[in-house]
């Protein structure tokens, strides 16, 4: 997908959480290190730091759950309208704790990018979240670990891969201070895999 003449390339983030990968993306956007901007930001989490952030940058938010909309199907349609809506090009999931929808992934085939904060296949799939990815990395006694960015598709965590980076587990590493060292890495690999999109470079993905 190389970018439309005169048009921004525009990401439309998803995060459930404290949102430090899309601070990371919108920076990257403001130093010119992405050519994108952030259109739209959605959380199933109302209370969000991802939609406390977009908002102070007077970026549109919307709070789509199943809370807000109690049937999956009128769920997922919305949320690819609203992305459709915003004229998103490329969808990035930026710490999304749910699963897409079908109107979802067929609205933005191989344009929905998943941040994961371990090497998957490994250490990936329900369940393998937060800090419960870092303890099964350091209880498993691996001597690396890393951040994978993937298309997603219907499952978690699965879909090609796209980019891997590697750090290492240290013996004295607690799953707090490895998440720490992870996310770091998350910060300069997801903005590097986006502006890979943004110039074009992943247009034979498919
Ligand atoms: C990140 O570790 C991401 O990989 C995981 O959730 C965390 C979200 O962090 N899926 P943040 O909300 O971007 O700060």
Redo the contacts with the bound molecule.
Sequence with gaps: MAPKDGQPFRLGIL????????QAILDRCLSDEISACVSVVISNNSKS??LRRAKDVGIPTFHLSGWTHPEPDRLDGEMARVLQDHGVDLVVL??YMKKLGPVLLQAYPNRILN???ALLPAFGGQGM??MQVHRAVIESGVKVTGVTVHLADSEYDQGLILAQEVISVHPADTPEGL?KR??KL?HRLLPVVIQRFAAGQFETVH
């Excluded at 459930?16 to 990968?21: D, E, F, H, T, V």
């Design positions: 995060a459930s959480r404290n949102g430090s990968n899309l730091g991802a930026a710490g941040v994961h904060p979240y937060g998440a992870v996310l998350e």
